[in-house]
């Protein structure tokens, strides 16, 4: 799936930062880790940036490029890889929601800590970039 129209790049110039906009020349949402491999190997070629997205949710202008560049959206990739009760670890792809990992271990009767006030927006993959947390994150079950 590839954007490239102004108007579709227009929504992937921003996120929740105030006063900070800038528009990427494309943004591409690969499906699978091959496609993200492909898609960073031809950037890398052509020393295009890339910035990786979720849902934008973050303060920080961290899903925003500085000029033009490649968005990778991460939102066809949201499902859960792996869960390992005995270790207790769970492999995801970087564009699962938080609130569906919390729901997913709470029924595997755990608890996932972290919870930023976005966490029925904001995925995993933008909660590990931008270091979310939340007071929930401080509580020691």
Wanted: glycine share 8%; with cysteine.
């Amino acid at each position: 799936n590839v954007k490239h129209s102004t108007a579709q790049l227009l929504a992937y110039s921003y996120d929740a930062t105030a006063n900070f906009q800038a528009l990427p020349e494309i943004v591409v949402s690969p499906r699978n880790t091959e496609e993200v491999c492909q898609i960073v190997k031809i950037c890398n070629e052509y020393k295009i940036p890339i910035v990786p997205r979720g849902s934008g949710s973050n303060l920080a202008a961290g899903t925003v490029p500085n000029q033009g560049g490649v968005v990778i959206l991460f939102n066809n990739m949201n499902q859960i890889i792996e869960f390992d009760r005995e270790n207790l670890t769970i492999t995801v792809q970087p564009g699962m929601i938080t609130a569906d990992i919390c729901h997913f271990v709470e029924k595997e009767n755990l608890f996932y800590p972290p919870d930023p006030s976005s966490m029925k927006i904001s995925t995993i993959g933008g909660n590990i970039s931008e270091n979310s947390g939340g007071l929930r994150g401080l509580n020691k079950r």
